[in-house]
């Protein structure tokens, strides 16, 4: 199987900063690389596929990055609602399709 | 409106069984690969299980196989998870999610939508 790590394991920034988020593959995924942004209680939401693919009615300042192994998520300038948990998640080798661990964005 | 809504959850003793559903409404069910994604509590998310549009291919993560059931009926736009011999490490929150495109030509298996998620608790 392959294994997603993400760093930091948390963050804590202010509105209006950079936030950058790193996940790694254990072994090469091409641009198979989702990103979820998740909020306490409720279900995860797609932001990002194809490693740098903008889903539909996300804002614009959520982007990704990466191929192969090493993949950012950046979110150019932090907005309160944008405080959640955010998981990377794999689509080149399955079953199984396997998420990170988990970054978690909290206020500074 | 895309929609996902799960039911089926509740509290089991270990050993027991239980079946969710997942009801799809505002797309054409038939055409999506769909899958159900769990989430132990202040825990990170994992795959369980995915199948065809047609059931004709189902996989499974391996600590379920054997003991999970997933299935589908087109005409009731619905997805199933049956759930058998069930442990204290299945206690989770079960999402039922969707492939983000449908067809036949793999593009990339992205969740989107998710239901709301129900509970399932395996305790005595």
């Known amino acids: 199987d392959i294994q997603m790590t993400q760093s930091p394991s948390s963050v804590s920034a202010s509105v209006g900063d950079r936030v950058t988020i790193t996940c790694r593959a254990s072994?090469?995924?091409?641009?198979?690389l989702a990103w979820y942004q998740q909020k306490p209680g409720k279900a995860p939401k797609l932001l990002i596929y194809?490693?740098?693919s903008l889903q539909s009615g996300v804002p614009s300042r959520f982007s990704g990055s990466g191929s192969g192994t090493d993949f950012t998520l950046t979110i150019s300038s932090l907005q309160p609602e944008d405080f959640a948990t955010y998981y990377c998640q794999q689509a080149n080798s399955f079953p199984p399709f396997t998420f990170g661990p988990g970054t978690k964005v909290d206020i500074k | 409106e895309v929609q996902l809504v799960e039911s089926g959850g509740g509290l089991v003793q270990p050993g027991g069984s239980l079946r969710l559903s997942c009801a799809a409404s505002g797309f054409t069910f038939s055409s999506y690969w769909m899958s159900w994604v769990r989430q132990a509590p202040g825990k990170g998310l994992e795959w369980v299980a995915n199948i065809k549009q047609d059931g004709s291919e189902k996989y499974y993560v391996d600590s379920v196989k054997g003991r999970f059931t997933i299935s589908r009926d087109n005409a009731k736009n619905s997805l199933y998870l049956q759930m058998n011999s069930l442990r204290a490490e299945d206690t989770a929150v079960y999402y039922c999610a969707r492939r983000l495109y449908s067809g036949s030509y793999y593009v990339g298996n992205w969740f989107d939508p998710w239901g709301q998620g129900t509970l399932v608790t395996v305790s005595s």
């Open positions: 194809a490693a740098s």
């Open positions: 072994q090469g995924i091409s641009s198979w």
